[in-house]
Protein backbone atom coordinates (compact mmCIF):
# COMPACT_ATOMS: atom_id res chain seq x y z
CA UNK A 1 0.00 0.00 0.00
CA UNK A 2 1.42 3.55 -0.42
CA UNK A 3 2.46 6.00 1.32
CA UNK A 4 2.29 10.22 1.02
CA UNK A 5 4.40 12.33 3.77
CA UNK A 6 4.52 15.65 3.87
CA UNK A 7 7.21 18.33 5.43
CA UNK A 8 8.30 21.87 5.38
CA UNK A 9 5.95 23.60 6.52
CA UNK A 10 6.08 26.07 9.72
CA UNK A 11 5.54 29.71 11.24
CA UNK A 12 6.71 31.98 8.38
CA UNK A 13 6.20 35.57 8.70
CA UNK A 14 4.42 37.58 5.77
CA UNK A 15 6.72 37.89 2.50
CA UNK A 16 8.64 34.65 3.53
CA UNK A 17 9.27 31.39 1.74
CA UNK A 18 8.54 28.06 2.29
CA UNK A 19 9.50 24.95 0.52
CA UNK A 20 6.99 21.61 0.79
CA UNK A 21 8.38 18.11 0.19
CA UNK A 22 6.52 14.70 -0.23
CA UNK A 23 7.78 11.36 -0.30
CA UNK A 24 6.30 9.14 -2.00
CA UNK A 25 6.68 5.18 -1.37
CA UNK A 26 4.63 1.74 -2.03
CA UNK A 27 3.82 2.76 -5.84
CA UNK A 28 4.99 3.60 -8.93
CA UNK A 29 4.89 7.57 -8.62
CA UNK A 30 6.60 8.56 -11.80
CA UNK A 31 3.13 7.04 -13.16
CA UNK A 32 0.83 9.57 -12.07
CA UNK A 33 0.04 13.37 -11.42
CA UNK A 34 0.33 14.54 -8.44
CA UNK A 35 -1.47 17.48 -6.32
CA UNK A 36 -1.37 19.66 -3.30
CA UNK A 37 -4.57 20.50 -1.32
CA UNK A 38 -5.12 23.02 1.53
CA UNK A 39 -7.56 23.46 4.24
CA UNK A 40 -7.31 26.72 6.03
CA UNK A 41 -8.47 25.84 10.17
CA UNK A 42 -11.63 25.10 10.33
CA UNK A 43 -12.31 25.40 6.52
CA UNK A 44 -13.10 23.20 3.46
CA UNK A 45 -10.78 21.62 0.86
CA UNK A 46 -8.78 24.17 -1.66
CA UNK A 47 -7.29 22.83 -4.61
CA UNK A 48 -3.73 24.34 -5.14
CA UNK A 49 -1.57 23.21 -8.04
CA UNK A 50 -1.45 20.08 -10.04
CA UNK A 51 1.97 18.56 -12.04
CA UNK A 52 1.40 15.47 -14.55
CA UNK A 53 3.69 12.53 -14.64
CA UNK A 54 6.20 13.88 -16.02
CA UNK A 55 6.67 17.68 -14.92
CA UNK A 56 5.66 18.56 -18.08
CA UNK A 57 2.46 20.22 -17.16
CA UNK A 58 1.39 22.44 -14.07
CA UNK A 59 -1.82 24.10 -13.08
CA UNK A 60 -2.60 26.81 -10.29
CA UNK A 61 -4.82 28.24 -8.44
CA UNK A 62 -5.49 32.01 -9.42
CA UNK A 63 -4.33 33.49 -6.05
CA UNK A 64 -1.19 31.54 -5.86
CA UNK A 65 -0.36 31.94 -9.69
CA UNK A 66 3.36 33.59 -9.46
CA UNK A 67 4.00 33.10 -6.30
CA UNK A 68 3.85 29.13 -5.64
CA UNK A 69 5.44 26.83 -7.71
CA UNK A 70 5.34 22.90 -8.08
CA UNK A 71 8.22 20.54 -9.14
CA UNK A 72 8.82 16.73 -8.45
CA UNK A 73 11.63 14.36 -8.76
CA UNK A 74 10.46 11.07 -10.12
CA UNK A 75 14.26 9.56 -9.36
CA UNK A 76 14.09 10.60 -6.08
CA UNK A 77 9.90 9.58 -5.38
CA UNK A 78 9.48 13.33 -4.44
CA UNK A 79 7.06 16.25 -5.13
CA UNK A 80 7.72 19.55 -3.94
CA UNK A 81 6.15 23.21 -3.49
CA UNK A 82 8.17 26.29 -3.46
CA UNK A 83 5.76 28.81 -1.86
CA UNK A 84 7.17 32.36 -2.41
CA UNK A 85 5.65 35.69 -0.95
CA UNK A 86 3.62 34.21 1.66
CA UNK A 87 0.32 35.92 2.96
CA UNK A 88 -1.78 35.17 6.03
CA UNK A 89 -4.22 33.49 3.69
CA UNK A 90 -2.20 31.25 2.64
CA UNK A 91 -2.31 29.93 6.22
CA UNK A 92 -3.20 25.92 5.87
CA UNK A 93 -2.64 22.52 6.38
CA UNK A 94 -1.17 21.48 2.81
CA UNK A 95 -1.91 17.76 1.82
CA UNK A 96 0.08 15.64 -1.14
CA UNK A 97 -2.28 13.85 -2.86
CA UNK A 98 -2.21 11.23 -5.66
CA UNK A 99 -4.02 11.37 -8.69
CA UNK A 100 -5.61 8.05 -10.21
CA UNK A 101 -3.92 9.27 -13.63
CA UNK A 102 -1.16 10.22 -15.29
CA UNK A 103 -2.01 13.71 -16.53
CA UNK A 104 -4.05 14.82 -13.90
CA UNK A 105 -6.78 15.59 -15.91
CA UNK A 106 -8.64 12.71 -16.43
CA UNK A 107 -12.47 13.77 -15.57
CA UNK A 108 -13.67 10.41 -14.32
CA UNK A 109 -10.86 9.81 -11.45
CA UNK A 110 -10.30 10.96 -8.21
CA UNK A 111 -7.21 11.78 -5.78
CA UNK A 112 -7.08 8.26 -4.53
CA UNK A 113 -4.14 8.76 -1.44
CA UNK A 114 -3.38 11.60 0.43
CA UNK A 115 -0.78 12.51 3.33
CA UNK A 116 -1.51 13.62 6.22
CA UNK A 117 -0.80 17.18 5.64
CA UNK A 118 1.34 19.80 6.83
CA UNK A 119 1.25 22.87 8.40
CA UNK A 120 1.85 26.22 7.52
CA UNK A 121 1.69 29.19 9.16
CA UNK A 122 2.22 32.78 8.45
CA UNK A 123 2.24 35.50 10.71
CA UNK A 124 3.94 38.55 11.86
CA UNK B 1 -14.97 28.99 -12.43
CA UNK B 2 -17.26 26.03 -11.50
CA UNK B 3 -19.05 26.05 -8.09
CA UNK B 4 -20.29 23.64 -6.22
CA UNK B 5 -23.00 23.92 -3.39
CA UNK B 6 -23.33 21.36 -0.97
CA UNK B 7 -26.38 20.26 0.89
CA UNK B 8 -27.58 20.39 3.60
CA UNK B 9 -24.37 22.00 5.68
CA UNK B 10 -25.10 19.42 8.88
CA UNK B 11 -26.85 16.37 8.76
CA UNK B 12 -27.84 15.06 12.46
CA UNK B 13 -28.61 11.02 12.10
CA UNK B 14 -28.55 8.27 14.44
CA UNK B 15 -26.70 4.80 13.59
CA UNK B 16 -28.79 3.20 11.00
CA UNK B 17 -30.29 5.94 9.21
CA UNK B 18 -30.07 6.77 6.02
CA UNK B 19 -27.96 9.60 5.04
CA UNK B 20 -28.49 11.53 1.90
CA UNK B 21 -25.87 14.36 0.92
CA UNK B 22 -26.88 16.40 -2.11
CA UNK B 23 -23.87 18.78 -4.31
CA UNK B 24 -25.06 20.90 -6.94
CA UNK B 25 -23.16 22.36 -9.72
CA UNK B 26 -23.31 25.72 -11.36
CA UNK B 27 -23.14 24.15 -14.66
CA UNK B 28 -23.27 20.84 -16.10
CA UNK B 29 -20.37 18.39 -15.46
CA UNK B 30 -21.59 15.38 -16.83
CA UNK B 31 -20.53 12.48 -14.36
CA UNK B 32 -17.39 14.52 -13.62
CA UNK B 33 -17.71 14.02 -9.92
CA UNK B 34 -16.17 12.70 -6.88
CA UNK B 35 -16.58 12.54 -2.97
CA UNK B 36 -14.71 12.03 -0.48
CA UNK B 37 -14.98 11.73 3.56
CA UNK B 38 -12.93 13.48 6.24
CA UNK B 39 -12.79 12.48 9.92
CA UNK B 40 -11.46 15.10 12.34
CA UNK B 41 -7.40 14.89 12.80
CA UNK B 42 -7.37 12.62 9.48
CA UNK B 43 -6.84 13.47 5.80
CA UNK B 44 -9.72 13.42 3.60
CA UNK B 45 -10.20 9.86 1.31
CA UNK B 46 -11.66 8.81 -1.81
CA UNK B 47 -15.33 7.58 -1.86
CA UNK B 48 -16.71 7.68 -4.81
CA UNK B 49 -15.53 8.88 -8.50
CA UNK B 50 -17.17 9.17 -11.73
CA UNK B 51 -20.09 10.17 -9.96
CA UNK B 52 -20.71 6.39 -9.09
CA UNK B 53 -17.89 4.26 -9.10
CA UNK B 54 -16.74 3.43 -5.35
CA UNK B 55 -12.98 3.67 -4.66
CA UNK B 56 -11.00 0.87 -3.69
CA UNK B 57 -11.92 -0.71 0.09
CA UNK B 58 -15.31 1.59 -0.04
CA UNK B 59 -17.96 -0.87 1.50
CA UNK B 60 -20.88 -1.45 -0.28
CA UNK B 61 -23.13 1.11 2.01
CA UNK B 62 -21.50 4.09 0.53
CA UNK B 63 -23.06 4.99 -3.11
CA UNK B 64 -23.25 7.90 -5.91
CA UNK B 65 -25.70 8.84 -8.61
CA UNK B 66 -26.56 11.80 -10.34
CA UNK B 67 -25.56 13.32 -13.49
CA UNK B 68 -25.82 17.29 -15.02
CA UNK B 69 -25.58 19.28 -11.99
CA UNK B 70 -27.11 17.21 -9.05
CA UNK B 71 -25.63 14.83 -7.44
CA UNK B 72 -25.88 12.59 -4.57
CA UNK B 73 -24.52 10.52 -2.14
CA UNK B 74 -26.24 7.71 -0.22
CA UNK B 75 -24.68 6.02 2.87
CA UNK B 76 -27.59 3.18 3.37
CA UNK B 77 -27.01 2.24 6.73
CA UNK B 78 -24.78 4.62 8.71
CA UNK B 79 -22.17 3.12 10.74
CA UNK B 80 -20.79 5.20 13.59
CA UNK B 81 -17.47 5.40 11.63
CA UNK B 82 -19.17 7.42 9.07
CA UNK B 83 -20.16 10.21 11.18
CA UNK B 84 -17.65 12.83 9.33
CA UNK B 85 -17.39 15.43 6.76
CA UNK B 86 -18.15 14.96 2.85
CA UNK B 87 -16.97 16.88 0.30
CA UNK B 88 -17.76 16.64 -3.63
CA UNK B 89 -15.64 17.64 -5.95
CA UNK B 90 -15.73 18.47 -9.45
CA UNK B 91 -13.62 16.76 -12.42
CA UNK B 92 -14.72 18.60 -14.94
CA UNK B 93 -12.96 21.76 -15.55
CA UNK B 94 -10.16 23.37 -14.01
CA UNK B 95 -8.29 25.08 -12.97
CA UNK B 96 -9.23 25.24 -10.67
CA UNK B 97 -10.32 22.05 -9.18
CA UNK B 98 -12.97 23.04 -7.25
CA UNK B 99 -14.53 21.19 -4.04
CA UNK B 100 -17.71 21.53 -2.36
CA UNK B 101 -18.59 23.33 0.97
CA UNK B 102 -19.07 19.97 2.90
CA UNK B 103 -21.91 18.17 4.47
CA UNK B 104 -21.14 17.16 8.41
CA UNK B 105 -22.79 13.96 9.46
CA UNK B 106 -23.32 14.11 12.93
CA UNK B 107 -24.57 11.68 15.04
CA UNK B 108 -28.57 12.54 16.54
Known amino acids: EGHLVESGGGLVQPGRSLRLSCAAS????????MHWVRQAPGKGLEWVSR????????DYVDSVKGRFTISRDNAKNSLYLQMNSLRVEDTALYFC?????????????????WGQGTMVSVSS | DIVLTQSPATLALSPGERATLSCRAS??????IAWYQQKPGQAPRLLIY???NRAAGIPARFSGSGSGTDFTLTISSLEPEDFAVYYC??????????FGGGTKVEIK
Open chain 1, 97 to 113: TKDMDGSGLNPHDGFDM
Open chain 1, 26 to 33: GFNFDDYA
Open chain 1, 51 to 58: ISWNGGSV
Open chain 2, 27 to 32: QSISTY
Open chain 2, 50 to 52: DAS
Open chain 2, 89 to 98: QQRYSWPPNT
